[in-house]
């Protein structure tokens, strides 16, 4: 290899060791083949839980960024022809040394005929732009259980997928403008999580951001299921936690909260969770709802309510109206929308918020008065009022 490739190589590959050190979650592998004459000598580069391991040649050692370098440009130097393909998800490096010069081109990983075959399903929106694509999240939707084992789009899954990706095209804008160095995106109450995934794939795979995603739920069988498809996946920058919201404390940089059907009051411990967060968005969509139902009244309105049936859909619009109106009141700007056809479920409204940074007077005014005219208090009313009272303790204090 003549000095001037050399050094051209040295460059490149510490291009590949600041990714194999800063995108350490985001790593699938490194493969490299070395060529003498007609012999071919493989070498893989894999993450063993927190560290990397190389093989080579029979052999198996750890190994860090600057090391696996190092080992390349040793082989490179011995050999006719070397080749190293690194690959993260979404991305392919591919570095070549040979006679004719040392090269390295970048591209997204092909789709695979099974994953073009499934992308092409005449029962698909074709007028639809989706953002998790069958023919790139193939590995993703076949964990979820959209795709068979074979890649093939289940026809009983559209409509499910179709739900997934409207719900990423509703919450996208949110993202799209952040200037968050790391989202750090927290889904509580995530049950099977499969949420969570999507989103985490939408954020680094779509968006190309670095993200962080952390799983709650109170049920540690779904957060043991969610660690083994995130272990599964290589999906190394989701954590899953099993916690009661009503004690969790969230880390102080999340960026977004989201809940999907959480039960009852858990929207509630979700909103007041993302609130104790600060978080700069929410988006919610909530389930059924109880709390209230025995709790409000409509002063001069009863007859309304005497029949059950409307008493419990009258609980349904106050609950989430209440909490969009709470959420405004905690310096968010709202917005709500029918994610899905209410044909597929009646718990079908997404609450998106976008926290302002200011203080809402009117809406807390407002809320306040609803409240005492219906009678009503509710968790996200509780769990709000305890941060009141930290605030307060925290602030006193501090004078001292």
Known sequence: MQKGDLAKLRLLLSGIAARLDKNRDYFVQADCTFTSGKKKFPAKLTRAEENYVLRFQGSTRPADADSFCAFFIEQAEKFDESMLVYTERSTVVALSVTARGVQM??????????????????????????????????????????????????????????????????????????????????????????????????????????????????????????????KRLGYHNMVFQCADLRTYQPPKNVTAVISLHACDIATDLALSTAIRARAKYIACVPCCHKELLDQYTLPGLEPLTKFGVFKARFNDVLTDSMRALKLEAEGYKVSVVEYISPLDTPKNLLIRAVRTGQDNLRARQEYNAVRRVLGTTSELDRRCAELENEFFVTDEDLLL
């Open 105 to 230: 081109k970048q591209a997204e990983r092909e789709a695979t005929a099974e994953e073009k075959s499934a992308a092409a399903n005449p029962l698909l929106d074709s007028g639809r732009q989706y953002l998790i694509r069958v023919d790139q999240a193939a590995a993703l939707l076949r964990e979820i259980g959209i795709l068979t084992a074979e890649g093939k789009l289940k026809n009983d899954m559209i409509r499910k997928y179709n739900q997934i990706d409207h719900y990423v095209e509703l919450v996208a804008p949110m993202f799209e403008k952040d200037d968050s160095e790391e989202i750090v995106l927290l889904d509580c109450a995530c049950g099977k999580s499969y949420l969570s995934f999507v989103m985490n794939y939408y954020l680094h795979e779509v968006l190309r951001r670095r993200c962080r995603v952390i799983g709650v739920d109170i049920n540690e069988h779904v957060i043991e299921e969610s660690r083994a498809m995130a």
